[in-house]
């Protein structure tokens, strides 16, 4: 029963907050506050928006739509718009119910084409269900439904809010209290106190969705005094929100927040001033509300338009939705930081064992203008030698016979075979690659590997490979006065094809006795590198799987309480565990040789937002003094007056820089083969979060979890 309340609760914010692109509890109570100025009013969209996330639930409709109130604000709209035009009766209560029911199947059916053509529907079903009910009540009877007067429910309630705007009218600017009136004409308010709520809800939710409230007003403002300059205050409040709702839809929900962005939402006014002008001659013909028809049909264009593109840099769009603008811009930020130069396909170094770059990109021998992007490699000794003593052979090479594996899956296109090695110091320029192979790893995207040993290769042309294959030996045939190995990536199928630029995707650079991991990105001329190999250990702890589950006890201080955990993968193929008891998600990916966390949704003071944290990035390789680092989002890691200040500016410029780092250690003599992660976030701002955590690994899974944060210790143990 507990349960079920708190998911209707929950489907009830999301029914209220979704009408400003919202999910904030807080900003939900506002907003319901707000809708109540006008008692009728309130309680019609009450009762539409309670019947139709009720209503979804006996259909059994997709919960997470119900619970963000997919299903539902356009109902609330309809209810609102309606207990505006008609008094409270019984045969109202009846259109009442019957208009959010028709609302819902509305919604459904744009909620389907909504999911295949990646495109919102907005208050699309709330307008098409009001012009339907009030196309009908013209052939009502008389009494049948009964328009309201002016007064509203309540003469002493309405005219109270009316003395009490008006004396705020009087000490605020027109246009502030212009920005007021149409932030309450979303709910169908008139009063100016119902503004307030709603602009004081978006403030305390989101510095962004409140300054692009206010700058799509004002440039409707602007637009209208330029281009419709006859038309007065209180006829704009009634149209000016349309600006308001498009602003937020595009300067941050469906829109990554940025200077770029903003810059959309200004250029968007003369176009939706346009439809609205329009618009409004065509309903007005059939005495028909305009609302927010405008603000629908716009952004959907723009929408349209973004998703159309090739090439998506400038206007980022939103595809981990988190309903803040904050949120979503944020998680961005820590997503291009981590992986800006990530691809499609995921290159690997093709050897095993520690090898140097002794050619890098831009090299000074031969990686010039077409070859400017490839690798060479050998292998040296303490003192940087590449061969044991003469050097005058090349068996006195290290690299000379050693293994040369497929950096990725993929088909053997060419193979080159049947070139001699050269002697030390000697080149062969007429057959300048040697015995090569080249593989197709994906469309326009293919490896070639040169200068192998004649007669090693294992494999032949035509055949399937995977990513770590052994394919040949290393040589010295081709251009090659000592053994080497030649790897570059290029766009075409034949050998001698130019270069392309394409980061390795996870690599170890070892450095004295220090080891440091490498995500998507070119090694340098001179560094000594390694293929990470996964630990048996930590590659079973970190295996999650759809289905599993994690149960903890959590001790802090004299508390202690339980959390549980469960593995899920969407239909989207995204994995994420989520908490049972907060429903919180923590979207994660894996592969041979990398846990990490790409994304968390949910209540920060729940375990898994910890866990999240301390996990953040795990390499599954074994390595001595292996440094771990990565830049963390600033959202749960920063609070106070500086977070508010970083929200106000974050689209233009992001000050507050968390970071993780981890190492990993095997816990000696425990004869259980234990192994402790110890992971650190540090924020470079005097407010921020610092925290220490321990993840111990035992009989390949995760024993315990240990956070401290300044004074607070936090045990969690497996059960």
């Known amino acids: 029963m507990k349960t079920r309340t708190i998911d209707f609760l929950k489907a009830l914010r999301g029914t209220y907050c979704l009408v400003f692109f919202s999910n904030s509890s807080l ?30 639930k006996v259909m059994g409709l997709n919960p997470l739509y119900i619970q963000n109130g997919t299903y539902s604000f356009n109902a609330l709209l309809t209810g609102l718009a309606l207990g505006a035009y008609f008094k409270i009766t019984g045969n109202f209560l009846i259109i009442l119910v019957m208009a959010s029911a028709l609302t819902l199947l509305i919604t459904v059916l744009f909620a389907s084409f909504s999911e295949r053509n990646k495109l ?30 002016a007064m509203g429910c309540s003469v002493l309630w309405s005219q109270t809010f009316k003395d009490l705007s008006l004396q705020i009218e009087k000490k605020i600017p027109t246009f502030i209290s212009v920005y007021f009136k149409a932030l309450g004409a979303v709910f169908f308010q008139s009063h100016i106190v119902s503004g ?15 300054m692009l409230s206010f700058l799509g007003f004002l440039s409707g403002l602007i637009y209208f005094r330029f281009v419709q300059g006859n038309l ?46 329009a618009l409004y001659k065509i309903t007005s013909f059939y005495a028909l509300p305009l609302y927010s028809l405008p603000f629908s049909v716009v952004v959907i264009l723009v929408m349209s338009l973004l998703n159309g593109r090739y090439f998506f840099k400038n206007l980022p769009l939103v595809y981990i939705q988190q309903f803040s603008p904050e949120k979503n811009l944020y998680a961005f930020q820590s997503f291009m930081q981590r992986f800006k130069n990530a691809t499609g396909v995921a290159i690997h170094l093709p050897f095993f064992g520690e090898w140097t770059v002794s050619q890098g990109h831009d090299g000074k021998m031969t990686h010039k203008e077409d070859y400017r992007y490839a690798l060479d490699f050998v292998v040296t000794d303490e003192h940087k030698r590449t061969f044991k003593f003469p050097g005058k052979k090349v068996t006195d090479f290290f690299c000379y016979g050693l293994p040369v594996l497929a950096p990725a899956d993929g088909q053997v296109i060419t193979i080159e075979d049947g070139i001699e090695d050269n002697e030390i110091g000697d080149a062969n ?29 294992k494999v032949k042309q035509g055949d399937n490979i995977k990513k770590g294959d052994l394919l040949a030996v290393c040589g010295n045939s081709g251009r090659s006065p000592e053994p080497h190995l030649h790897f570059q990536l290029q766009s075409y199928e034949y050998i001698g094809a130019a270069t392309i630029d394409v980061p390795i995707s996870s690599y170890v650079i070892k450095s004295q006795d220090t080891y440091q991991l490498k995500f998507f990105e070119v090694p340098a001329e001179g560094e000594i590198l390694l293929r990470p190999v996964a630990s048996p250990i930590l590659k079973k702890a970190f295996h999650f799987i759809p289905g599993m589950k994690f149960k903890f ?29 907060t429903k919180s998600r923590a979207y994660f990916s894996c592969n041979d040789t990398l846990f990490y966390f790409t994304g ?20 599954l390789s074994q390595f001595d ?42 816990v000696e003599n425990s004869g259980l083969n234990k192994i402790e992660i110890l992971s650190k976030v540090t924020s470079n701002m005097p407010s921020g979060r610092n925290m220490d955590f321990e993840i111990e690994l035992c009989e390949n899974k995760i024993n315990r979890i240990k956070i401290i944060e300044r004074d607070k210790c936090i045990t969690a143990k497996a059960v």
């Open 232 to 277: 007065n205050d209180h006829e704009y409040s009634q149209v000016a929100f349309n600006y308001i709702l498009a602003a937020l839809a595009l300067g941050g929900y469906f829109v990554i927040s940025s200077t770029r962005s903003f810059v959309l939402v200004i250029f968007t006014v003369p176009v939706l001033g346009l439809l609205i002008t």
């Open 625 to 666: 003094n292996l440094q771990i680092k990565d830049r963390l989002s600033i959202e749960g890691t920063q609070k106070g007056i500086l977070k508010i200040v970083q929200d106000f500016l974050a689209p233009f410029y992001i000050f507050i820089k968390p970071e993780y780092s981890s190492s990993i250690k095997e």
């Open 429 to 457: 320029l007429e057959q300048n690659w040697g015995n090569t192979i080249v593989i197709k790893h994906s469309e326009n995207l293919y490896s070639k590997l040169s200068h192998l040993k004649k007669g090693s290769f």
């Open 196 to 210: 307030l709520l709603i602009a004081l809800g978006l403030l305390l939710y989101s510095r962004i969705a409140f």
């Open 600 to 619: 968390f949704e949910g209540d920060s003071k729940c375990l898994l937002f910890y866990f999240f944290l301390a996990a953040y990035k795990i390499v």
């Open 27 to 56: 900003f939900s109570i506002l907003l319901i506050v707000a809708s109540f100025i006008d008692p009728c009013v309130g309680l019609a969209g009450l009762i539409c928006g309670v019947f139709a996330v009720l209503l979804s």
């Open 553 to 581: 006890e959590l001790e802090e201080g004299s508390k202690n309480f339980v959390e549980s955990w469960e593995v899920i993968t969407d239909s989207l193929n995204a994995s994420y565990i989520q908490c049972n008891g």
């Open 120 to 149: 919102p529907f907005l208050s699309l079903p709330f307008i098409l269900t009001l012009w339907i009910i009030l196309l009908n009540a013209r052939s009502f009877e008389t009494s049948f439904l009964i328009p309201k007067d």
